[in-house]
């Protein structure tokens, strides 16, 4: 395939278990059926913009199917139309993006496969527009990017997440406590009720439903008393109540989403404690979620999502990423992509399914 010479991949934003996968399934079937040298970028778009790349070798690529995290490096501050640069004032956020091009060029690409989250979809469709061949891969544990069913990573976060609920139940039910328990999900509550739902959690907390505090005391007070003595209280970091806004830890403006977020979990926790006096413990599982291995429908979906990837650079379909439509994989214009986060509808089925077996979302 003489189109497809010098192919790139890069993974931007967060990491997320599968990334190696997708790296694989790019690359063995790029250099065994297309011939083509694989050039790996290091550390996401900063690495393109700072010419960081170094071509892959089969062994790079081999025996890291099952591998967390990514063999190339990644980073959520590098967006090269919005680029932090330390100077004696401060840190100065410019547009790079003609550093990126030219390292594009001057590594003599033919196409470039991004795989990454809203952010590096939102970069893909840049370089798109500047007659850059880019693919997308949509990747997150948030599982909110739209046009696709679902990203890689989120099985393997709410795996984590539901095994921890599950853990947790044993305190909560021999201490009769109530156990918070905070799980990632920045503007989506995919985690939360994904997790909230397959370890039974009693009350769910997600940004996309702001709850009322009362109706929290309420229902642990209720169990306290009529129920099972414990509560399982599973809340997105995201998550705010009806009068209040999302904890944020820090502001970082050197991030391409410059919000930190971490702490609603504490505070609900606090709140519960001298609202209802009951005895209450907080679990943040933080980036357990992100770490380790894939799960099984991670690796199988990363891998179909790599190679179908590869294929639309063979086909020239650039400025697409590939998507989990019902149960085929297909290519949409990244321009859909990004239209708008995938939160979590008011009317899913999954909230319709949850609330049929009893969960609390502070309504
Ligand atoms: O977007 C993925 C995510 O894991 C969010 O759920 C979380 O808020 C964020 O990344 C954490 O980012 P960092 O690892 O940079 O703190």
Not at 40 to 67: A, K, Y
Not at 83 to 90: L, R
Not at 114 to 132: E, N
Not at 272 to 277: A, H, K, N, Q
């Amino acid at each position: 395939m003489k189109k497809l010479k010098r192919i790139a991949i890069l993974t931007g934003g967060g990491d997320c278990p599968g990334l190696n996968a997708v790296i694989r399934s790019i690359a063995k079937p790029a250099m065994a059926s297309f011939g083509s040298t694989v050039i790996g970028v290091l550390d996401g778009f900063e690495g393109l913009v700072e010419g960081r790349m170094r071509e892959l070798t089969p062994r790079d690529v081999g025996g890291i199917v099952n591998l967390g995290g990514t063999i190339l490096g990644t980073s959520n501050k590098g967006d090269p139309f919005h680029f932090p640069v330390e100077t004696p004032h401060g840190i100065d956020v410019l547009d790079y993006s003609d550093h990126a091009v030219r390292n594009y060029k001057d590594w003599e690409l033919d196409a470039l496969i991004a795989i990454g989250g809203d952010g590096t979809m939102h970069i893909v469709d840049k370089f798109t527009d500047l007659g850059l061949n880019f693919i997308g891969v949509p990747k997150t544990i948030d599982n909110d990017l739209s046009a696709t069913d679902v990203t890689f990573g989120y099985d393997s976060a709410v795996t984590v997440a539901t095994e921890a609920i599950d853990r947790l139940h044993t305190t909560a039910s021999s201490h009769h406590r109530v156990m918070v328990v905070e799980v990632m999900g920045r503007y989506a509550g995919w985690i939360a009720l994904g997790a909230g739902l397959a370890g039974g959690a009693d009350v769910v907390l997600i940004p996309e439903i702001p709850f009322r505090w009362d109706k929290v005391y309420e229902h642990v007070l209720k169990r306290s008393k009529h129920g099972s003595r414990f509560s399982i209280i599973c809340v997105a970091e995201g998550a705010k109540p009806s009068e209040g806004d999302m904890v944020v830890r820090e502001q970082d403006k050197k991030r391409t989403d410059p919000i930190r977020l971490g702490g609603i979990g504490e505070l609900v926790g606090k709140k519960i404690m001298e609202e209802t006096g009951l005895e209450t413990r907080v679990t943040v599982l933080g980036h357990l979620q992100r770490g380790g291995s894939p799960t099984p429908f991670d690796r199988i979906l990363a891998s179909r999502f790599g190679a179908m990837a590869l294929e639309l650079a063979a086909q020239e379909k650039f400025g697409h990423m590939v998507s989990l439509r019902g149960t085929e994989i297909v290519a949409v214009p990244v321009k859909e992509a990004i239209l708008k986060l995938r939160t979590v509808p008011v009317d899913s089925q999954l909230l319709f399914v949850a609330r049929a077996v009893g969960t609390e979302f502070g309504e």
